[in-house]
């Protein structure tokens, strides 16, 4: 794992939402909060400042209410890993208008950089693809990226992508935390209130 | 609404929560299987227009609840009472953003229970939910169930706040152990 090609946090969530189109976004707790909202806040970014392990189910919910928008979900190892199990109710259900994104550096980056079970034991893409998901991808430069990211639009099929990510902590860029506004904005924003 | 053809009161208690889960325009419903949910599990599944989602563990139907919400659906969530203990915390999720939130939740341990590790968690259920500040309601008689449910209902999507309506253990009948 650690001689793997890996590629810069910033880079990746630039790459993943470079053409967003319609795309909706439900982002974990922490880092990939922050990388949403580097590229700029966002009414349809959901961010997670907490309910840790729920990032994915709140992306499936979406997606089941949503069938005429692909649905991203951007978290991280900690978040997947504590929500391994939301990973097999996806493969049962099998949006096709969901994808999830985990960004991988095999740490807990919010408290000090731990390792997490990825650096070690534990294979996402394996995971992934034994709960059903088919499509899934291990991802370690841009222009995968880049093809999954056009795979999102067009929402197909149930995706998953592991995307080795540096372990590095860029500066973070903190979106509203107020809850109640977060959740009545992306409701305004995407036409259902 | 139109006139169905069986009137409400004649249907059992269970078929009778289904049609207020109908009645509210419930779309998605997240559950971990419980004896007691069996017949209203039955029911979802049957329902084109209702998403059944079977989950692995309680808590990832709170996150369910608030990304179908999110989405402009209405979500309800079926548990028993062991499972509201795996909630507590992604029940902030629906506590930080009031998120309208309604769970049934078959209560163990409380009434003829021969499992006594059934008690640890049946015990604390209500106090677990009022704890993170769900709005509890019981139900002990058949004839309260649907009425019961809808009064949750109203008051989670009118009002976006949590509520969970626990199923007595004596309403549901005990287990049979021995067949």
Same mark, same amino acid.
């Given at each position: 794992m650690?001689?793997?090609k890996?590629?810069?946090r910033?880079?990746?969530?630039?790459?993943?939402?470079a053409e967003?189109?319609?795309?909706?976004?439900v982002?974990?707790?922490?880092?990939?909060?922050y990388?949403a909202?580097?590229l700029?806040? =966002?009414?349809?970014n959901?961010?997670l400042?907490?309910?840790?392990?729920?990032?994915?189910? #709140?992306?499936?919910?979406?997606?089941?209410?949503?069938?005429?928008?692909?649905?991203?979900?951007?978290?991280?190892?900690? =978040?997947a @890993?504590?929500g391994?199990?939301? @990973?097999?109710?996806?493969?049962?259900q099998?949006?096709?208008? @969901?994808?999830?994104?985990?960004?991988?550096?095999? /740490?807990?980056?919010?408290?000090?950089?731990?390792?997490?079970h990825?650096?070690?034991?534990?294979?996402l893409?394996?995971v992934?693809?034994?709960?059903?998901?088919?499509?899934?991808f291990d991802?370690?430069?841009?222009?995968?990226?880049?093809?999954?990211a056009? /795979?999102?639009?067009?929402?197909?099929?149930?995706?998953?992508?592991? #995307?080795?990510? @540096?372990?590095?902590e860029?500066?973070?860029?903190?979106?509203?935390? =107020?809850?109640?506004?977060l959740?009545?904005?992306?409701?305004?924003?995407?036409?259902?209130? | 609404?139109s006139?169905?053809?069986?009137p409400?009161?004649?249907?059992?208690?269970?078929?009778?929560i289904?049609?207020?889960?109908?009645?509210?325009d419930?779309?998605?419903i997240?559950?971990?299987?419980?004896a007691? +949910?069996?017949?209203?599990? %039955?029911?979802? +599944?049957?329902?084109?227009?209702?998403? &059944?989602? !079977?989950?692995?563990? $309680? %808590?990832?139907?709170?996150?369910?609840?608030a990304g179908a919400w999110?989405?402009?659906?209405?979500a309800?969530l079926?548990?028993? !009472? !062991?499972?509201v203990?795996?909630?507590?915390?992604?029940?902030s999720? &629906? *506590?930080s953003?009031?998120?309208?939130?309604?769970?049934?939740?078959?209560?163990?341990? $409380?009434?003829?229970?021969?499992?006594?590790?059934?008690?640890?968690?049946?015990?604390k259920?209500?106090?677990?939910?009022?704890?993170?500040?769900?709005?509890v309601y019981?139900? %002990?008689a058949?004839?309260? &169930?649907? %009425?019961?449910?809808?009064?949750?209902l109203?008051?989670?999507?009118?009002?976006?706040?949590?509520?969970?309506?626990?199923l007595s253990?004596?309403?549901?009948?005990? *287990?049979r152990?021995?067949?």
């Amino acid at each position: 794992m650690t001689n793997q090609k890996r590629l810069d946090r910033r880079a990746a969530i630039g790459v993943l939402l470079a053409e967003r189109g319609d795309i909706l976004v439900v982002t974990g707790l922490g880092s990939t909060t922050y990388d949403a909202a580097s590229l700029g806040d =966002d009414e349809r970014n959901f961010y997670l400042w907490g309910a840790m392990g729920g990032a994915t189910m #709140v992306g499936l919910g979406v997606a089941i209410a949503r069938p005429d928008r692909p649905v991203l979900v951007v978290t991280g190892d900690g =978040d997947a @890993l504590m929500g391994l199990g939301s @990973l097999a109710t996806v493969g049962v259900q099998s949006p096709p208008n @969901l994808a999830i994104a985990v960004f991988d550096n095999g /740490r807990y980056a919010e408290t000090g950089m731990q390792p997490s079970h990825t650096d070690s034991a534990v294979n996402l893409v394996g995971v992934a693809r034994s709960c059903g998901i088919e499509a899934a991808f291990d991802i370690a430069d841009e222009a995968a990226l880049a093809d999954f990211a056009r /795979r999102v639009q067009r929402a197909e099929c149930t995706l998953f992508a592991r #995307v080795a990510i @540096l372990a590095e902590e860029p500066p973070r860029v903190l979106p509203p935390r =107020d809850g109640v506004l977060l959740k009545n904005r992306f409701r305004r924003a995407t036409g259902v209130e | 609404m139109s006139s169905k053809v069986t009137p409400l009161d004649s249907l059992d208690w269970r078929d009778q929560i289904f049609a207020a889960l109908k009645s509210a325009d419930i779309r998605q419903i997240g559950y971990v299987p419980d004896a007691g +949910h069996a017949r209203l599990i %039955e029911l979802v +599944h049957a329902d084109p227009h209702i998403r &059944a989602v !079977s989950l692995t563990t $309680e %808590e990832e139907g709170i996150a369910l609840a608030a990304g179908a919400w999110l989405g402009g659906q209405r979500a309800a969530l079926l548990m028993q !009472s !062991s499972g509201v203990g795996n909630c507590i915390n992604m029940l902030s999720l &629906a *506590k930080s953003c009031r998120f309208p939130l309604t769970i049934l939740v078959t209560m163990r341990g $409380e009434w003829a229970e021969f499992n006594p590790w059934q008690v640890a968690m049946g015990s604390k259920t209500q106090a677990a939910l009022e704890l993170m500040d769900v709005l509890v309601y019981r139900v %002990e008689a058949e004839q309260d &169930a649907a %009425e019961t449910v809808t009064a949750a209902l109203d008051i989670a999507f009118n009002g976006s706040l949590a509520t969970a309506v626990l199923l007595s253990q004596r309403l549901i009948g005990a *287990k049979r152990w021995v067949k």
